[in-house]
């Protein structure tokens, strides 16, 4: 009876990386898998359809079996290039997605795969935790930056500048509130964003040379109303 459970156990971690297919979302495509499903790796692995795609490059994980039913049993990260990824997976009692311990950075071109993005530059983040339930944001703690952000209108790139975000759970209700200031540049951004479950509230002031130049305005002007040092963006929807 041990000999036999013993050979089980040995079977179940020999299982081979390529079983994590079974468990993937259709959205999800990985290859070159090598090693284990306890602790492997793939060469190539994006997230989307062919026109809106975001590629994670080279990923690796590693599973603790003794943490599958608390805490974050999963440490996951991707290469690509200059981009990195890398986070701690795992469920909470209620069901929610839990990430701990996150930290990223990429280009925010790769934003554009998703949806029209106007913004250049590179943005970090460090999180200690975020919860997800679908798709929705149920909370964050952490800090992000936006380096070097230019507006990438057709007659040229406008530099714009550096920023910083800090973002926490604030109230009863599990809002999510980043607060922004700016650490220099020519357009100086104050204000917050708030997400509440499956919904946002952008409410940002606008200053600096960029922030009075026309053309800029005029390009902004969708989502912006003028003032006298500059705009303001107050925007608010759902995601």
Known sequence: MIAGGVLLLMLTLQIPASAVRWFLPTQAGVTGLSGTIWS???LRCWWGSTDKRIVL????????????????????????????LETRLGY??????????TSLSFDTQVLSALMP???????????????????ALQFASGKARLEGAVWTAR?????????HVDIDTVGTDGEVEGVMKTLGGALQLAGNVVLR??????ALQATGPVALDESFRGAVAM?????????????????
């Not at 106007?118 to 999180?127: E, K, V």
């Not at 007659?155 to 920023?163: A, F, Q, V």
């Not at 479950?197 to 952008?202: A, E, P, T, V």
């Open 57 to 84: 490059g080279r990923v690796a994980w590693r599973i603790e079996p003794w943490r599958l039913f608390w805490s974050t049993p999963v440490s996951f990260s991707s290469e690509w290039g200059e981009q990195r």
């Open 197 to 202: 479950s499956g919904s946002y509230q952008i």
């Open 223 to 239: 989502l912006a109303t003028p003032t006298s040092a500059g705009f303001d963006i107050n925007l608010a929807g759902t995601y």
């Open 40 to 42: 492997g790796q793939a």
């Open 92 to 101: 909470t009692p209620g069901g929610n997605v839990r990430l701990a311990d």
């Open 155 to 163: 007659s040229g790139d406008i530099p714009l500048g550096t920023y």
């Open 117 to 135: 993005f106007y913004i250049g530059g590179r943005l970090s983040g460090q999180f200690s935790s975020i919860e997800l339930r679908g798709d």
